[in-house]
């Protein structure tokens, strides 16, 4: 399996209250992404990294924020975390294309289950 | 922008029978392609890809798919399933002009394989 470890698993939090999801990957990747999964959308992106202090908005970034202070790391924070995000967030590495070795597609974390009340 | 239509959210099927899933995405320029399987509680993993060359490509776990340029078709294919096989299957793709892999989801497939 690919060295990616989402923290915490599972979290249950309050409307209003700030939240952050940790993605830590050990395979030294320039690319990391944020998902969340929801039935019926399937995984949407939200943020994705291409560089450390680099990150770009994906298709549903509205009241996520993300930061990438070191390659091993990118971190997902809801400001002020509402009912509609509750989701299950992955967390995906990946190569740039044109790197020896590098036609490699996304590797996935385990997932990390938040529930918003 | 790129699209990808998974047109069963749900396929039964028995043990032992073949079965194909089908994914269409929206891009007529080049792409790759990718299937991924979602086992309960846990991430994604990848089953097989198109990136060029041979339009049939083998995965693991004994599953094929075709790419269909024409059709702007990417379906997934097993000719005999097993009980492990019941997951959620998505479709993806992606631009490569990009230099990365932006991925773009369907909505999954759950396949369920009954005794």
């Known amino acids: 399996d690919a060295g990616i470890t989402q923290s915490p698993r599972h979290k249950v939090t309050e409307t209003g209250t700030p939240v952050t999801l940790r993605c830590h990957q050990t395979e030294n990747h320039r690319y990391m992404y944020w998902y969340r999964q929801d039935p019926g959308h399937g995984l949407r992106l939200i943020h994705y990294s291409y560089g450390v202090k680099d990150t770009d908005k994906g298709e549903v970034s509205d009241g996520y924020s993300v930061s990438r202070s070191k390659t091993e790391d990118f971190l997902l924070t809801l400001e002020s975390a509402t009912s509609s995000q509750t989701s299950v967030y992955f967390c995906?590495?990946?190569?740039?294309?044109?790197?020896?070795?590098?036609?490699?597609?996304?590797?996935f974390g385990d997932g990390t289950r938040l529930s918003i009340l | 922008a790129q699209s990808v239509t998974q047109l069963d959210s749900q396929v039964p099927v028995f043990e032992e029978a073949p079965v194909e899933l089908r994914c269409n995405y929206s891009s007529s320029v080049s792409v790759y392609l990718f299937w991924y399987v979602q086992y309960p509680n846990q991430g994604l993993q990848l089953l097989l890809k198109?990136?060029?060359?041979?339009?049939l490509v083998k995965g693991i776990n004994g599953f094929e798919a075709e790419f269909n340029k024409s059709q702007t078709s990417f379906h997934l294919r097993k000719p005999s399933v097993h009980i492990s096989d019941t997951a959620e299957y998505f479709c993806?793709?992606?631009?490569?002009?990009?230099?990365?892999?932006?991925?773009?989801f369907g909505t999954g497939t759950r396949l369920l394989v009954s005794p």
């Open positions: 993806a793709v992606s631009d490569p002009s990009t230099g990365f892999q932006k991925l773009v």
């Open positions: 198109y990136l060029s060359g041979s339009t």
């Open positions: 995906a590495i990946s190569e740039s294309i044109g790197v020896p070795g590098s036609n490699q597609p996304q590797h």
